[in-house]
């Protein structure tokens, strides 16, 4: 079974800082996607990045970027230049490509943006 | 606009009563799932779809059941044999020719 760790409960930034958000995950598959969504109070799930596992380039979405090391099986997401709407919950995913392609997901982790 | 809707938003119920959850996507997906979301907890699967007339069992199916008689409607029923009814409730949809699901605003189901 697939598994997704996020061991941090709670993050808190300053405003226009950096902030790294971590994620482990075990499979023994190869091919696979993970994903990070963001949870804002409004709760609304809101697809912030995917990256797919054959790809070595990490992706990017504007502040919004991953360290994908596939070998440490760790999928981090930093956020560049907070800014305060991005306080939300973050719930990191997993998903194997096939018939019915659930996602698995991690326990979230709060962060808060501080002006 | 496309997109995904819940209806309602919130709703309450008595202890040993069905209830049922609505979820509509006009997006054209094929799948559709359920997610249920507890404190603390990230989301756990109840049931999902790939196609009309067709659903499957997730991690937690057991007390609540699913319909597809439409594409665009996949409604969740809560049964009363659903232990701990008290939740928050995610639809989403899939295209089958993408990997990401797109979620719906949620219903926040609480059971007195």
């Known amino acids: 079974a697939q598994t997704v760790t996020q061991s941090q409960p709670e993050m808190s930034v300053q405003e226009a800082e950096t902030v790294t958000l971590s994620c482990t995950y075990d499979?023994?598959?190869?091919?696979?996607?993970l994903f990070w969504y963001k949870q804002p109070p409004s709760r609304q799930m809101i697809l912030v990045i995917r990256q797919e596992a054959y790809k070595q380039q990490n992706a990017t979405e504007n502040r919004f970027s991953v360290n994908f090391q596939k070998a440490a099986k760790s999928f981090s997401l930093k956020i560049s230049d907070s800014q305060l709407g991005d306080t939300a919950m973050y719930f990191c995913a997993f998903m194997i490509p096939g018939a019915n392609s659930k996602l698995t997901f991690g326990k979230g982790i709060t962060l808060s943006v501080r002006p | 606009d496309g997109g995904i809707t819940q209806s309602p938003k919130y709703l309450f119920r008595k202890e040993g009563q069905n209830v049922t959850l609505s979820c509509e996507q006009n997006?054209?997906?094929?799948?559709m799932y359920w997610y249920r979301q507890d404190p603390g907890q990230g989301l756990r699967l109840i049931y999902y779809s790939q196609i009309v007339n067709d659903f499957q069992k997730g991690d937690i199916a057991e007390g609540y059941s699913v319909s597809r008689e439409k594409k665009e409607s996949f409604p969740l029923t809560v049964t009363s044999a659903q232990k701990n009814p008290t939740a928050f409730y995610l639809c989403?949809?899939?295209?089958?020719?993408?990997?990401?699901?797109?979620f719906g605003p949620g219903t926040r189901l609480t059971v007195t």
């Open positions: 997006l054209n997906h094929d799948a």
């Open positions: 989403a949809s899939r295209g089958l020719s993408r990997y990401e699901q797109y």
């Open positions: 499979t023994s598959e190869s091919n696979y996607y």
